[in-house]
C-alpha cells in the first residue's frame, strides 16, 4: 500500500517482478533465473567464449543478463533457449532495453546481422552501456575514454562555479573538489577501460586547473602540472590499474576474474594492439619492475606497490621537467621553475584570485593575458608591433622596454630598474606587493593601449 498526506490506499498487488529495494528481491530473481544457465551449459554443441579453462555463454549482474557467443547462427540458438526457458517461467523479456552488438574490427554493423526474439527483431546497435559503462563495437575503450572525458567536463563547471564563490584562490582545495568530484565522474571503473587512454582522460585535468586560473587553452600541459604540482592522469589511471591487479590475485583460481586474467594474459603481445595486461606490463617495463609481473605473485605485488608507484611519480615528473628544459615556445620557464619545489608557493599563499591568476599569466610569459574575464592578445600572437613604438609587442616588452608605457611603469613599477628583470623580482621577498603592482601595470596597460 502507498502512504500520503491523506492516509493510506488500499493494498496493491504485485503479480509481476520483484519488489525495487526490498532484500529478498535478488535472491528471488536469482533463483526464478538460475536455469537459464544449466540450460545454455546442457545444450549439445553449443559454443561460448574461452576463456582460459572456462567456456562462457551468458553473464549475469544483478538483473542484467548478457549472452555470449562467437558466431551469429549460434547466438541465435542461445536467444531461442532463452526464449523459450522465459516463456516456460512466464517471465517477460523488455525488447527495448535488449539489444544486440556485434564486435568486429571495423566496428560496423553488416546488413546481414540481424536476429530475432521469436517474430520480433532485435536491434543491432554499436554501442551499448554495461554496468555504466559504454561498450563499443569495434572493441576500442577510445570512445569509451572520450564518454568519461565529456562527463568529467559537464561536472566541472559546477564545481569552478563553487569555486568562484571564494575569493581568494586555495590550490588544496581545487585539488581536493576536482579530486572528488571531478576525476571521480571521468575515472569511473578505469581500472578496467582506462589503459593507454590516459591523454584523453588528462584532457579534463588540464581544461579545469586552466580555467580555474584563466590560463589560455593552449598552455603547455607540463607548465601547469609543474606549477600546481600535480601528476599526469597516467599516474592514477595506472594506480587503479596496480589496485586492481592485486585485487585480480588475490581472487581465487577458476573465478571469471581469474580466468579473464589469465586469458589476456596468455595472448601474443601484438605491435599494433594493446589489451589490459599488455599495457600493464610495458608501464612496468618502463619503471624496470617487470619482476613483480612474471612472479604473478599477491604477497610481492601488494609489498612492491609503494615502491612502483613511487618510480612512476618520479618518471612522470622527469618527463615533465625535461619538456620544461626542451620547450621552445616558453624558453625562459625551466630558469622560473625549481625542480625542487613541488606546489609553486603562490599558489598555496590563498592570494585573491586575480593575483594568483596574474602571476600565473606572467609566469607563463604567453602572449595572451586574461584580466577581468577579458583575454588580450599582445602583438607578439600574430606578429603585430607594438602599437606605440613598432617593435615586437610581447609581455616582457610591456613590463620592461617600451618608452610607451613609462608613465604607468613609473606610478607602479618604479623599483623595476633595467638592471633588474620582473621575473627576478616576482620571486624576490616582496613579491606579493610586487605582484600586486603588477598586475595594476597591467591593468592600466591593456585598458589605455592604443587600439589597433
Ligand atoms: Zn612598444
Not at 493494498?11 to 530473481?29: D, H, M, R, T
Not at 516463456?87 to 525488447?95: E, I, M, S, T, Y
Not at 613579491?431 to 603592482?437: D, G, Q, Y
Amino acid at each position: 500500500m502507498i502512504r500520503s498526506g491523506d492516509g493510506t490506499t488500499d493494498p496493491i498487488q504485485i503479480k509481476k517482478g520483484v519488489l525495487q529495494g526490498e532484500s529478498a528481491s535478488p535472491n528471488l530473481f536469482n533463483i526464478f533465473i538460475d536455469g537459464i544457465v544449466d540450460e545454455l551449459y546442457s545444450a549439445p554443441m553449443l559454443t561460448g567464449i574461452k576463456l582460459h579453462a572456462r567456456i562462457i555463454h551468458i553473464l549475469l549482474f544483478a538483473d542484467d543478463m548478457v549472452l555470449v557467443a562467437p558466431t551469429a547462427a549460434t547466438l541465435q540458438r542461445k536467444i531461442n533457449i532463452a526464449k523459450r526457458f522465459f516463456k516456460r517461467r512466464g517471465l517477460k523479456v523488455n525488447l527495448s532495453k535488449t539489444k544486440i552488438v556485434v564486435f568486429r574490427k571495423s566496428g560496423r554493423i553488416h546488413k546481414d546481422d540481424v536476429f530475432f526474439f521469436g517474430n520480433r527483431r532485435i536491434d543491432c546497435v554499436k554501442e551499448y552501456t554495461y554496468l555504466g559503462a559504454p561498450f563499443f563495437s569495434n572493441g576500442s575503450f577510445k570512445l569509451t575514454a572520450e564518454h568519461f572525458k565529456d562527463r568529467g567536463l559537464a561536472v566541472q563547471g559546477r564545481v569552478l562555479n563553487i569555486l568562484n564563490y571564494a575569493k581568494s584562490y586555495d590550490v588544496t582545495l581545487s585539488c581536493k573538489l576536482f579530486e572528488t568530484m571531478v576525476r571521480s565522474t571521468s575515472l569511473y571503473a578505469a581500472e578496467v577501460w582506462g589503459f593507454d587512454q590516459s591523454d584523453t582522460l588528462e584532457k579534463v585535468q588540464q581544461s579545469f586547473f586552466k580555467r580555474s586560473l584563466a590560463l589560455p587553452r593552449n598552455t603547455p600541459n607540463y607548465f601547469l602540472r609543474l606549477e600546481t604540482g600535480r601528476l599526469h592522469t597516467r599516474y592514477t589511471v595506472f594506480k587503479s590499474m596496480y589496485r586492481f591487479w592485486i585485487k585480480i590475485l588475490g581472487s581465487s583460481d577458476g573465478s571469471l576474474l581469474m580466468d579473464s586474467y589469465m586469458h589476456l594474459r596468455s595472448l601474443e603481445p601484438s605491435p599494433t594492439t594493446s589489451n589490459w595486461c599488455s599495457s600493464f606490463y610495458s608501464t612496468l617495463e618502463l619503471l624496470g619492475s617487470t619482476d613483480v609481473w612474471y612472479s604473478n605473485n599477491f604477497a610481492l605485488a601488494k609489498a612492491k606497490e609503494g615502491e612502483i608507484m613511487h618510480k612512476l611519480r618520479l618518471a612522470l615528473r622527469t618527463e615533465d621537467l625535461v619538456s620544461c628544459m626542451n620547450s621552445s615556445t616558453m624558453p625562459h620557464y625551466h630558469n622560473l621553475k625549481n625542480p625542487e619545489t613541488l606546489i609553486e608557493p603562490y599558489l598555496k599563499q590563498r592570494l585573491p584570485r586575480y593575483l594568483a591568476s596574474c602571476m600565473a599569466q606572467v609566469r607563463l610569459g604567453y602572449p595572451t593575458l586574461c584580466n577581468k574575464g577579458q583575454w588580450h592578445k599582445l602583438g607578439s600572437w600574430n606578429g603585430d608591433p607594438c602599437r606605440f613604438c613598432g617593435l615586437p609587442e610581447s609581455l616582457l616588452h610591456l613590463l620592461e622596454e617600451c618608452a610607451g608605457y613609462d608613465c604607468p611603469r613609473k606610478k607602479y613599477l618604479g623599483e623595476i630598474s633595467s638592471s633588474c628583470n620582473v621575473l627576478d623580482l616576482l620571486q624576490g621577498p616582496n613579491w606579493i606587493h610586487v605582484l600586486r603592482n603588477v598586475y595594476f601595470f597591467l591593468c592600466d596597460v591593456l585598458s589605455t593601449r592604443p587600439q589597433p
